[in-house]
């Protein structure tokens, strides 16, 4: 009988997923001894998992509750199968990713800080900020008090299930997408990832949903945020290392662009780093995936995986195949 050990923040009722046949070890973040089992739902937090995993023996089969698991093969080795949760936090970062963009857009945060000043007037800031936000300096009668994603062009770097939920939310904006991934696609379009400064200049709103790569270290940098047009959004819910954060610094000081981040380099974001004051930015502190429905999507997906595992299917899933 296969034994899965599971951690112990999985709520009770979450473990009935598994198939029946095997045998459920609860861990505790630091076992007070070795633990043999021979597969390992960890923790979804890497710092909690990564204290277990020295108490663990015979592990062959990885099922992570999360889809980021570049940190999982360097820890367990490569004689160890590992399989992603990819699709368990889709919805909330794809709706995270549609409430940001309408949030900057519409200068939410700007006016959640007219609200606590109690000073209705100072609406009449806003004018300024969109002309020197996007270099619009025409006298535009109304003022300008937000803007409209409707009609807007919006590149999505990455395109797997995330990025395709994004798409799927901004249809009714009625926004041209631009797409890019590793390789290019025709149909739908996709661009291939050496495309990618060819098409900055073109999007009102870049975001970023890629994993965290050797290859897309500082996808963006310097000459990329000197790419993106005047005003132009930059949407990071990928990880923070797909950004170089002293540049973005530099590019949003400049006030030429503005940004949104769910994810920072360094994460998590120290007191006093410059990021925390730069102007046109809204942070958030890598809360895009954590909805109620998280846990229970990402047990009924490992479970679905340990069932292919036991019945000697291909496992759908898989990002390191044990050696």
């Known amino acids: 009988m296969l034994r899965v050990g599971y951690p112990e923040t999985l709520l009770p009722e979450l473990s009935s997923e598994f198939p029946a046949g095997v045998e459920l070890v609860c861990l505790p973040e630091q076992p007070d001894r070795d633990v043999d089992i021979d597969v390992w739902v960890p923790d979804a937090y890497p710092s909690r998992a990564v204290r277990t995993w020295p108490h663990l023996r015979g592990v062959r089969l990885v099922l992570a509750l999360v889809a980021g698991t570049e940190w999982l093969p360097g820890l367990v080795g490569p004689h160890v199968t590992v399989c992603n949760a990819q699709g368990a936090h889709n919805i909330s970062t794809a709706e995270w990713t549609i409430a940001v963009i309408l949030a900057m ?16 007037k100072r609406r009449f800031e806003l004018p300024a900020h969109y002309a020197k936000i996007t270099g619009d300096t025409r006298p535009l009668y109304p003022p300008v008090m937000i803007e409209e994603l409707t009609g807007k062009t919006v590149l999505l770097a990455g395109y797997g299930s995330i990025g395709k939920d994004i798409e799927r939310m901004l249809a009714p904006f009625r926004v041209e997408v631009l797409r890019v991934a590793r390789n290019a696609r025709s149909e739908p379009r996709v661009h291939a990832v050496a495309d990618l400064d060819a098409l900055i200049p073109q999007a009102h709103v870049i975001v970023l ?3 965290s790569t050797a290859e897309t270290r500082w996808l963006i940098d310097a000459p990329q945020l000197a790419l993106m047009r005047h005003g132009a959004l930059l949407v990071n819910a990928a990880r923070g290392p797909v950004v170089n954060t002293d540049a973005l610094v530099a590019a949003l000081q400049a006030g030429r662009i503005r940004a949104a981040l769910d994810v920072t380099d360094p994460e ?22 954590s909805s109620p429905q998280f846990s229970p999507n990402a047990v009924r997906i490992a479970a679905g995986e340990l069932r292919r595992y036991m019945n000697g299917e291909p496992l759908r899933n898989a990002v390191q195949v044990g050696n």
């Open 105 to 120: 857009l519409k200068n939410f945060p700007l006016f959640f800080d007219i609200q606590q000043s109690g000073r209705w």
């Open 209 to 211: 949903i890629v994993p």
């Open 268 to 289: 998590p974001l120290p007191e006093g780093h410059p990021l925390w004051s730069c102007p046109n930015l809204f942070i958030t502190p890598h809360v895009g995936g």
